[in-house]
């Protein structure tokens, strides 16, 4: 006879009913192929009434998540309710009772990750979390287990799919940003408030979370750089389609001789590189090692089944390690934030795409680019488009050499106070991948 691993859940809407399905669904396979029953025991909501399509005894269901936390015979708590509060006080009341925690909570990992692995250490449990970057795509597993001896050079990580949704249908429909946003609400791909997706946000709390596996780092949201695609318009589309790219949100890392770089914007790269193709609300992350080379991996980063069975795997997997007794590896994911040199955006290198509305009169390009080549910054080609269309400016575009960024933002603010330029300046990093 099998041992049997009782579990609790903390949070039952969309991912945790997916949980719950596949824990009922596969628990005959659990036993068979692994040799130990997982059982749901306990289910906390604040909505239990609410029907799920689950045949559930009502005696599972409560509205206390105490009942969870404080049930002696639950091992490992599901915490799905997402957020800071009272996610990370549930967290750490179950680590600090010797329970093990499975989260798909993001922003808690990446505000709180260092006190709550070292609360798992201390007190002999485990913390799993693979649901919580790029949902069915078990990128944390891979670089935990599969690259554990590889150094990470690089990545490069199309982590959010509802800006992904947008910019693809953007480049394949036509339509201005926030059009194709209403579309992408209606469709069910963006949320009513799409803010933490479309400023970068989200994104920025996965790239944390792959910073700690990947490169040993302790970074927040708040010390990258981030930027969102609320500036991209259908023009940059166009200019990037006729240029030879494609414009993606990308949560870039990458090791320097001066630190670590950690930023996440728009990127321009080539239509030819493997995350140009990457459509609609799918995920990838590109990274690089010191000895595997180049590795992609592409799938579903959000939805019911993909990041249900995320969870479930990574129950699955503490299980196992409950039953062989294994000690707590949480002391793997602790990083010390000072020993983590983070490279300023200001002196990260790269070349640019400038768009700009200038007027359509004879020594105006060569006023901006003698204030780019004042900061450095060399032009690699010039596009002016058409004749004059918005009191009396043409869009001219311009494609630079490598330039800092802090040269950059300087040739641009100086550009912008020239007399000969009409509205805000667009400029978007280039990434030659």
Not at 4 to 17: P, Q, Y
Not at 167 to 188: I, N, P, S, Y
Request: glycine share 10%; aromatic share 6%.
């Amino acid at each position: 006879m099998g041992k049997e691993i009782n579990a609790g859940l903390i949070g039952f809407g969309t991912i945790g009913r997916g949980v719950a399905r596949l824990m009922l669904e596969r628990s005959g396979e659990f036993m068979q192929k692994k040799g130990f029953a997982l059982k749901l025991k306990r289910i906390a909501d604040l909505d239990v009434a609410a029907p799920r399509g689950l045949d559930l005894p009502k005696e599972m269901l409560t509205t206390d998540a105490q009942a969870v936390l404080n049930d002696p015979e639950i091992e490992v708590v599901i915490e799905l309710i997402g957020g800071l509060e009272p996610a990370r006080t549930f967290v750490l009341r179950a680590l600090e009772q010797g329970k093990s925690v499975v989260t798909a909570n993001k922003a808690l990992l990446a505000q709180f990750g260092d006190e709550l692995f070292r609360a798992a250490r201390e007190h002999g449990g485990e913390l799993a979390f693979e649901a919580s970057v790029c949902g069915g795509i078990p990128i944390l597993r891979v670089l935990r287990q599969g690259l554990f001896t590889d150094r990470i050079v690089s990545l490069y990580g199309i982590l959010n799919g509802t800006t992904n949704y947008i910019l693809t249908k953007m480049a394949e429909e036509g339509g201005r940003f926030e059009e194709v946003l209403r579309q992408a609400q209606d469709a069910g791909f963006a949320e009513a408030d799409p803010t933490m997706d479309v400023s970068g946000k989200d994104a920025a709390q996965k790239l944390a979370i792959l910073l700690r596996i990947g490169f040993g780092a302790s970074v927040t949201p708040e010390a990258m750089f981030v930027e969102g695609i609320e500036r991209i318009g259908r023009q940059d589309i166009e200019d990037a389609e006729e240029l030879g790219y494609a414009i993606k949100l990308l949560a870039i890392s990458k090791r320097t001789e001066r630190g670590i770089e950690a930023r996440v914007h728009p990127a321009m790269i080539p239509k030819g590189a493997l995350l140009a193709s990457i459509r609609d609300e799918f995920n990838a992350v590109e990274l690089v090692g010191d000895w595997v080379g180049p590795q992609v991996f592409y799938g579903r980063g959000a939805g019911e089944r993909p990041t249900a069975n995320a969870v479930v795997s990574d129950l699955v997997e503490l299980a196992e390690r409950r039953l062989e007794g294994g000690g707590s590896r949480a002391g793997e994911l602790l990083s010390e934030a000072g020993k983590t040199t983070l490279v300023p955006m200001e002196e990260v290198v790269l070349p640019y795409y400038v768009r700009m509305l200038a007027l359509d009169q004879p020594g105006v390009l060569g006023q901006i680019a003698e204030l780019l080549s004042e900061e450095g910054i060399s032009i690699a080609s010039v596009i002016q488009k058409g004749r004059a269309q918005f009191q009396g400016a043409v869009p001219v575009v311009i494609m630079t050499h490598e330039a800092t960024e802090a040269g950059m933002r300087r040739a641009i603010q100086r550009i912008d106070a020239l007399s000969v330029v009409r509205d805000r300046t667009q400029v978007i990093r280039v990434e030659e991948l």
